[in-house]
């Protein structure tokens, strides 16, 4: 049995629990700690609630890891305390699973990445729609060789977040803390559609803006990737759609198949055109997504523990998709492609990058 902390009881948090409680003979959740103490409390209430344990309640995350020594740290706080959060929990010999994205700034990301590695303790991301069993299926096929040589892809998030969302969560489109559409919304799309195509990237372009958010980061972003392997992916999000979310879509072409995965979190297969599947049947078989969300990563994540390997999200896994997004900023920052790897960038880069030229 794992002794698990939870750290930040915000909105995502109930996620975590839940995935906790769905495997209670692999993980205990014996603290959980959040700066506003009441959102802790008030997360410990509704573990007692479901599990009839009730784990002990903190405010301060150092505290919490010298009190308990867990094995196993959750970090569901606002994005720019992620790297911070890691390091303390790693120094502690915890495994680790974070939130998306990993951390803000790539250098500190991979150091963090590289700290799990040399201490031998695991570390995962958040990125749930890698467990969806759509997003699997097409992963398999393409693995496969099944679709042929991919030609292009496209990810679109055309989502709402209108101004209280922002409002409520002060840290929700700053560049210190967070990013914009691209970075917390659309980043579930992207780190699919990169993981899908499997190559490392050669180039990319992106533009973005700030049209209406009360936002310091973007409100829309779209870009271009080039792949090594010569694949091309196609970038928009928007969190802008007025007057609701409209979809999420992801779009793979290649040279034997075409497919569209839709609706939210990617749950619907829409399109399954794959040389010599009957597309009626494959869809009317795939029906729903299945168990989506925190659980199914949870799972591979301690069962990849137990059995000693990385999980599907392990080690440099949760940087890409943080890579592919700071390109995108820095292309627009710098006004041109930029070339792949990365060196260091950091959404604190990003800062005054949208705001209005003087006229002076
Ligand atoms: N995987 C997903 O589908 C998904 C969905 C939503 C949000 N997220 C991610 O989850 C994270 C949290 O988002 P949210 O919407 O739940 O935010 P939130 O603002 O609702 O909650 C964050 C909580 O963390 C607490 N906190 C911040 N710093 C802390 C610290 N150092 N120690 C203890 N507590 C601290 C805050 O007080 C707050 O209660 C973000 O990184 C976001 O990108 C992921």
Same mark, same amino acid.
């Given at each position: 049995?794992?002794?698990?902390?939870?750290?930040?009881?915000?909105? %995502?948090?109930?996620?975590?629990?839940?995935?906790?409680?769905?495997?209670?003979?692999?993980?205990?959740?014996?603290?959980?700690?959040? +700066?506003m103490?009441?959102?802790?409390?008030?997360l410990?209430?509704?573990?007692?609630?479901?599990?009839?344990r009730?784990?002990?309640?903190?405010s301060?995350?150092?505290?919490?890891?010298?009190?308990?020594?867990?094995?196993?740290?959750?970090?569901?706080?606002?994005?720019?305390?992620?790297?911070?959060?890691?390091?303390?929990?790693?120094?502690?010999?915890?495994?680790?699973?974070? *939130?998306? &994205?990993?951390?803000?700034?790539?250098?500190?990301? $991979?150091?963090?990445?590289?700290?799990?590695?040399?201490?031998?303790?695991?570390?995962?991301?958040?990125?749930?729609?890698? !467990?969806?069993?759509?997003?699997?299926?097409?992963k398999q096929?393409?693995?496969?060789?099944r679709? #042929?040589?991919i030609?292009?892809?496209?990810?679109?998030?055309?989502?709402?977040?209108?101004?209280?969302?922002?409002?409520?969560a002060?840290? $929700?489109?700053?560049?210190?803390?967070?990013?914009?559409?691209?970075?917390?919304?659309?980043?579930? +799309?992207?780190?699919?559609?990169?993981?899908?195509?499997g190559?490392?990237?050669?180039?990319?372009?992106?533009?973005?803006?700030? /049209?209406?958010?009360?936002? *310091?980061?973007?409100? !829309?972003?779209?870009? %271009?990737v080039? /792949?090594?392997?010569?694949?091309?992916?196609?970038?928009?999000?928007?969190?802008?759609?007025?007057?609701?979310n409209?979809?999420? $879509?992801?779009?793979? !072409?290649g *040279?034997?198949?075409?497919?569209?995965?839709?609706?939210?979190?990617?749950k619907?297969?829409?399109?399954?055109?794959?040389?010599g599947?009957d597309?009626?049947?494959?869809?009317?078989e795939?029906?729903?997504?299945? &168990?989506?969300?925190?659980?199914?990563?949870?799972?591979?994540? /301690?069962?990849?523990?137990?059995a000693?390997? &990385?999980s599907?999200?392990?080690?440099? *896994?949760?940087?890409?998709?943080?890579?592919?997004i700071? +390109?995108?900023?820095?292309?627009?920052?710098? #006004?041109? &492609?930029?070339?792949?790897?990365?060196?260091? !960038?950091?959404?604190?880069?990003?800062?005054?990058?949208?705001?209005?030229?003087?006229?002076?």
């Amino acid at each position: 049995m794992i002794s698990a902390v939870l750290i930040g009881c915000g909105q %995502i948090s109930s996620n975590h629990l839940s995935a906790m409680l769905g495997i209670p003979d692999r993980v205990r959740l014996d603290a959980v700690c959040d +700066g506003m103490a009441e959102r802790a409390e008030a997360l410990a209430l509704k573990c007692e609630a479901q599990s009839r344990r009730k784990p002990l309640v903190f405010s301060d995350a150092k505290e919490m890891l010298s009190a308990v020594k867990p094995q196993f740290v959750a970090i569901a706080t606002g994005s720019g305390s992620h790297t911070i959060l890691a390091n303390l929990a790693l120094d502690a010999g915890c495994h680790v699973m974070i *939130e998306k &994205p990993i951390g803000l700034s790539l250098q500190e990301s $991979r150091a963090v990445v590289e700290k799990a590695r040399l201490k031998g303790l695991q570390i995962s991301v958040c990125f749930v729609n890698r !467990f969806h069993a759509h997003v699997q299926r097409l992963k398999q096929a393409i693995d496969a060789g099944r679709l #042929g040589r991919i030609l292009h892809a496209a990810v679109q998030a055309r989502w709402n977040r209108g101004n209280s969302y922002y409002t409520d969560a002060l840290w $929700r489109g700053t560049w210190a803390q967070d990013g914009g559409a691209l970075m917390n919304q659309c980043i579930h +799309g992207i780190d699919a559609m990169q993981w899908l195509i499997g190559d490392q990237i050669a180039r990319i372009h992106g533009v973005t803006r700030r /049209f209406q958010r009360p936002i *310091e980061s973007e409100d !829309f972003g779209c870009g %271009i990737v080039e /792949f090594r392997g010569g694949a091309v992916a196609v970038i928009e999000g928007t969190v802008n759609a007025f007057p609701n979310n409209v979809e999420e $879509r992801l779009s793979i !072409f290649g *040279e034997k198949g075409t497919v569209i995965l839709s609706g939210p979190s990617l749950k619907k297969l829409e399109t399954w055109r794959v040389d010599g599947d009957d597309e009626t049947t494959v869809l009317a078989e795939a029906g729903t997504a299945g &168990p989506v969300g925190h659980g199914p990563l949870y799972l591979d994540f /301690f069962n990849s523990l137990e059995a000693g390997n &990385p999980s599907v999200i392990g080690f440099d *896994e949760g940087l890409r998709s943080l890579e592919l997004i700071l +390109g995108l900023y820095k292309s627009m920052k710098d #006004g041109h &492609p930029v070339e792949f790897p990365l060196g260091d !960038f950091s959404t604190v880069d990003m800062a005054g990058v949208l705001d209005p030229k003087r006229k002076d």
